[in-house]
């Protein structure tokens, strides 16, 4: 299993500002993913990020607005740049899934650009 | 591109009920998870299924794969008021490098 901390768990923020989401494991792990997921919707992959590489974006998603760093195999920041009210949503980290193993979440970032 | 369709989107049944939710996908799956996501929480992994028809029980929830391991369904047998929540499915396939690909959710009520 593994234990993720997640932080901020909320913020509301102005727009055009930037926000950086920080994930800490509890054990070495070589993916993170970073999910959104709008209220009431389901999880959307916005990335999967290795330690030692850039991070690979899924479609709709670009570097430019959501940089990700990967520094060690414990942790990776998110950034929500440029925000605006269409960036309102809750941003989860997740460890795994292995080819037979179970994703772990994070608790969750509620953030709200105003 | 890679998607899995979840229906329905919500069930609204009365305590002692059955509930069911489906999953399907248009390619062949590596695997299939289920998770189950309380109002305000965060997704909780309920159980993974990799053989092609593979039946799984936990309690009262029943776990299925599809023969072509195409589609799947979570059934809970006479619901409960702590089985609210979101049920989601998530797909995993070949060559996806692990990552997982969500279903919509169902999400469920259960009333009293």
């Known amino acids: 299993s593994a234990v993720i901390s997640q932080k901020p768990s909320r913020d509301i923020c102005q727009r055009g500002t930037s926000l950086t989401i920080q994930c800490q494991v509890d054990s070495q792990v070589t993916m993170m993913f970073w999910y959104r997921q709008q209220p009431g919707q389901s999880l959307t992959l916005i990335a999967t990020?290795?330690?030692?590489?850039?991070?690979?974006?899924e479609s709709g998603f670009v570097i430019d607005k959501f940089p990700i760093s990967r520094p060690n195999l414990t942790f990776s920041t998110l950034t929500v740049s440029n925000m605006s009210p269409e960036d309102s949503s809750i941003y989860l980290c997740?460890?795994?899934?292995?080819?037979?193993?179970?994703?772990?979440f994070g608790q969750g970032t509620r953030l709200t650009v105003v | 591109g890679q998607q899995v369709m979840q229906i329905p989107q919500y069930q609204h049944v009365q305590e002692g009920e059955d509930f069911t939710t489906y999953c399907n996908s248009s390619t062949t799956l590596s695997n299939i998870q289920w998770y189950k996501q309380r109002p305000g929480g965060h997704p909780v992994f309920l159980i993974q299924?990799?053989?092609?028809?593979e039946v799984k029980k936990q309690k009262r929830l029943t776990f299925q794969f599809g023969e072509a391991k195409k589609n799947s369904s979570l059934h809970i047998t006479a619901t409960q008021t702590t089985d609210v929540g979101t049920y989601f499915c998530?797909?995993?396939?070949?060559?996806?490098?692990?990552?997982?690909?969500f279903g919509a959710g169902t999400r469920l009520a259960v009333h009293p």
């Open positions: 997740s460890v795994g899934p292995g080819l037979n193993t179970e994703a772990f």
């Open positions: 299924l990799v053989k092609s028809g």
């Open positions: 990020a290795n330690q030692g590489s850039e991070a690979t974006y």
């Open positions: 998530a797909g995993m396939f070949s060559g996806g490098y692990n990552k997982l690909i």
